[in-house]
């Protein structure tokens, strides 16, 4: 939230959205540490004893102030200028750990096997979508084969055609 000149309104939409949050997300840079809106809101955080992940979105800023100790020696994920798609799926991977190890600390259970049901119902759908995409390969190469049976037939048409009326203007010039 950067809003410079927060409105009652504003803050109290702010602070509902802290308090009902499970985990608070913290995308620091040193445009965030300058907001006031962005202290209120991490401190409201903090206060509220919310977990905090925090992400670097400014490369080489290293946070300092307020936000140097809310953040304190907590790991942060760096997302970098153009972090590579394999450096964004491992960090990406961290931050589910750490979004797991939240819930479970929570009291929530941890899932047994996290996509076992989800991961049946897409190889179903992957599946069926094979066999449907199959199908449908079939059919086309069905209507290719029966276009071009029709083409060669047509083709054939004409040349019998062309033929007959060749050797009627040859014999039609002997006479």
Known sequence: L?????KASTLAAMAEAVEQASVVFILFSREYKESEACRTEGEYAYIQRKP???LKVQPNYRADGWLGALLGSKLYYETGDNPSEESFRVQLQEVK???LSFAVAAGGDAPQS???DGLADAERRATAAERKVAELEAKLANAVADRDAKLEALEQRLVNKIDAATAAILAALKK
């Open 2 to 6: 950067d809003v410079e000149q927060m």
């Open 97 to 99: 750990k750490e979004l």
């Open 114 to 116: 996290p996509n076992k």
């Open 52 to 54: 905090i992940i925090p």
